[in-house]
């Protein structure tokens, strides 16, 4: 039985990020994240977040997916809330919120644009509708997304779209 949201991250873990495709090692729990409140600094942790390069050093880690996780029956808006703030910062492919019995899924879209809901289901529906989260949230599709829109970015502003010195992950 999960009552704590420790027991929602335990849950979703290593062995969702291994169900959709990333090997052991890059994944991370307690990610650590630097915000910038003007120049104030504010230290937080992303509760998950599958890593691109398991390899790395730990300051130069890509989160590709990150994952807010809170416990059941607790409503969805403050995570999102939450993950948000994260992913202005971390600049994941995508990111999820859930509470062990709803997850959410979005994919990030730097600037105006709204992020889209790539999947919104019960943990139930999710043995239903998988194919579909999968198709957004394995490794091969964060890969190639995030490879796409950096190359985008690039080629509208000469520039790469990776995490900034002045924040990001730490």
């Known amino acids: ?8 991250e335990c849950r ?12 052991d090692g890059q994944e991370a729990i307690g990610l650590p994240v630097t915000l910038w409140e003007g120049v104030h600094p504010r230290y937080a942790e992303v509760d998950l977040a ?6 790395r050093a730990e300051e130069s880690r890509v989160a ?5 996780c809170k416990a059941p029956g607790h409503e969805l808006d403050g995570a999102l809330v939450q993950a948000r703030s994260y992913r202005e910062w971390v600049k994941p492919v995508s990111y999820v919120v859930t ?36 198709r957004y949230l394995s490794l091969q599709a964060t890969l190639e997304l995030r490879d796409r829109t950096e ?3 690039q080629s509208h502003m000469g520039q790469s ?9 730490k």
């Open 99 to 134: 509470n062990g019995d709803l997850l959410r899924a979005y994919l990030y879209r730097p600037g105006p644009l709204p992020d889209p809901a790539v999947s919104i289901a019960s943990w139930q529906e999710l043995e239903v509708s998988f194919d579909e989260v999968y």
């Open 64 to 68: 590709l997916v990150i994952v807010e």
């Open 161 to 169: 779209t990776g995490p900034s010195e002045a924040g990001g992950v």
């Open 12 to 23: 979703f873990g290593s062995t969702s990020f291994h169900g959709v495709g990333f090997p």
């Open 50 to 55: 599958s890593i691109a390069d398991a390899d």
């Open 151 to 153: 190359h985008i970015a």
């Open 1 to 8: 039985m999960m009552a704590t949201g420790r027991d929602v």
